[in-house]
């Protein structure tokens, strides 16, 4: 199976927040931890975030707010689908998770008294974001945990790339099965084993995400036994860079920042977009936001009908070019002045509401499997996810797998692997681009019926069984699972909630469709739905424990 062999107490396969939080945490209880990414160790999600970490740090919020306001924020975003629990667990953890991010050596951006400067962002009551280097938020957050990860000697192993869990005869994790940028296969053992490999945004044509964004932690831990949920729920960001017709690939975020401090969403004719459609107007809740810019755009004002603009001349160069240098450079690179001229922008696949079905804990239903980040699905973002809950989501969730696995027994030994885990045949799209058009226009921001039946259609005639090879075989397999499965989830959900839209069924059905749907794989590998999860406070479902 594999040309080499090491040992651990813990193997995190990813870079980002939450995985290299976790890694620290982890080694900083004695654990041996080794850390696998299939890129750099900086080149995952985290170091594009240009949004902030949302926390109310005591003594510094802004007069009225509260960790029970901010709460109240993320369970409205929600759209009925957040785990009140997991909410205020989560959001609570947020001061003492930056406190240790701060002593790690991350630096926020100070306000002129010197204090911690707070920001505004789409969904939020108060002024409760903090940001570093204006839009650069995730890259110190990003600097902060791998200058970490390096001087505490923790092994990582980049251009790695995870192609399966492996399993005990029982069914519980047992490690990582790894391939190195030479085709090297290796082995990394572990009672415990981490997925934060972030989302799925290179599902669709045009997102806010790397190139490395490619489902792979969802696909592993289907592929091990374990449930998702929520996979119908992928958020579209408002405002990505719109760049020319015919853009495909990653796009430049345009910060949800920029209209806090006063910019504007205007059509092709500048009249607001937003005035009269949310009372927090173009402060509303991403969902909001992006299903009424696709509206617009439809609609084609000024014979404009695929992208609109933000006005943000009125903030001023010296506001542009201090809080937000990453926007402004791009916006200069495709020959757009901020400070004179309104941004075109256009909603883009951003962050998957979904995932990995796990505890306050981390744990799977996988015995030994953990997921943390947006891998994972914890209950805090729901139906859609308010602005800048991500990263505090991940900082924390980081520190409480660690801890769980630090309280469990020590192994003298690896754990004993189950015969035939062999990479074997999968169902993968020969056509990439062809998926990412087919789930652009039938399974983005407006869905009906007919478009879903069509995708899985099509996506079954683009897809052979095929043993995948290399990097980016594994990521057009676990793209493949991906795209079915979500396909799998918003044609089984019959309303329009968060940024789940359904032409056919445009409204929010609390009767019968407060909760969640769990996903996992039938012994020939297909997604389907195999049960529900209630949201605390709606009517009774029969339950799926993890």
């Known amino acids: 199976m594999a040309e080499w062999e090491v040992a651990a107490d813990l193997v ?11 890694a620290l945490c982890a080694h900083e209880a004695g654990l041996r931890v080794v850390v696998v990414t299939k890129a750099a160790i900086g080149d995952g999600n985290t170091r594009w975030a240009q949004g902030g970490i949302a926390v109310v740090l005591p003594g510094r919020q802004q007069a009225g707010d509260s960790a029970q306001q ?3 924020d993320t369970l409205a975003a929600g759209g009925g689908l957040c785990e009140p629990a997991a909410v205020h667990a989560i959001l609570a953890g947020g001061p003492a998770a930056v406190a240790r991010l701060r002593r790690r050596g991350a630096v ?4 002129a008294d010197g204090t911690l400067a707070l920001g505004r962002e789409g969904g939020h009551s108060a002024f409760r974001v903090l940001h570093a280097g204006g839009d650069a938020t995730g890259a110190e957050v990003e600097r902060t945990l791998t200058e970490s990860v390096r001087a505490a000697r923790i092994p990582v192993l980049e251009q790695h790339l995870t192609a399966r869990v492996l399993l005990t005869e ?3 994790a047992a490690g990582l099965l790894v391939i190195g940028p030479s085709g090297q296969r290796g082995l990394v053992r572990a009672p415990a084993v981490l997925l934060a490999t972030g989302g799925l945004g290179q599902l669709y044509q045009v997102t806010s995400n790397p190139a490395v964004a490619t489902a792979d932690g969802l696909a592993l831990a289907l592929h091990a036994g374990a449930m998702a949920t929520d996979l119908e729920f992928v958020q579209f960001h408002p405002t990505v860079l719109y760049t020319g017709p015919g853009r495909d690939g990653t796009a430049p975020l345009v910060t949800e920042a920029m209209r806090g401090e006063g910019a504007v969403l205007i059509d092709g004719s500048g009249r607001p977009i937003m005035a009269g459609v949310h009372p927090l107007a173009d402060l509303a809740p991403r969902d909001v936001v992006a299903a009424a810019i696709t509206r617009r755009m439809a609609q084609a004002p000024g014979g404009i009908d695929d992208h609109v603009f933000l006005d943000a001349t009125g903030l001023g160069q010296a506001t542009l070019t201090g809080h937000f240098p990453s926007v402004r450079a791009a916006c200069l690179a495709i020959g757009v002045d901020p400070a004179r001229q309104p941004i075109p922008v256009a909603p883009a696949a951003h962050y998957h509401c979904g995932g990995v079905l796990i505890g306050l804990d981390g744990r799977t239903s996988v015995p030994g499997l953990y997921a943390a980040g947006e891998v994972a699905r914890t209950g805090l973002h729901g139906a859609n996810r308010l602005a800048s809950n991500s990263l505090v989501e991940g900082l924390v969730m980081g520190e409480r797998a660690a801890a769980a696995i630090a309280a469990l027994p020590r192994h003298r030994n690896p754990p004993e692997l189950a015969p035939g885990q062999e990479t074997s045949p999968a169902p993968v799209a020969s056509d990439l681009p062809a998926l990412r058009r087919l789930m652009s226009r039938h399974a983005a921001i407006g869905r009906d019926q007919a478009g879903l039946t069509t995708a899985r259609h099509e996506l079954a005639r683009l897809t052979t069984p095929t043993i995948p090879a290399g990097r980016q075989g594994y990521e057009a397999a676990a793209l493949t699972l991906a795209a079915r499965a979500v396909l799998t989830a918003a044609a089984a959900r019959t309303e329009s909630r968060g940024c789940h839209v359904r032409t056919d069924y ?13 996903i996992s794989l039938t012994s020939e590998g297909a997604p389907v739905v195999t049960g529900t999860r209630p949201t605390p406070g709606a009517q009774p479902h029969e339950e799926v424990a993890v």
């Open 170 to 172: 029982p069914g519980a």
């Open 12 to 22: 995190v396969a990813g870079s980002g927040v939450a995985g290299l939080t976790a």
């Open 70 to 72: 901010h709460a109240a």
């Open 108 to 111: 926020f951006d100070a306000a």
């Open 506 to 518: 445009p409204g929010r059905d609390d009767t019968h469709w407060r909760h969640s749907l769990v």
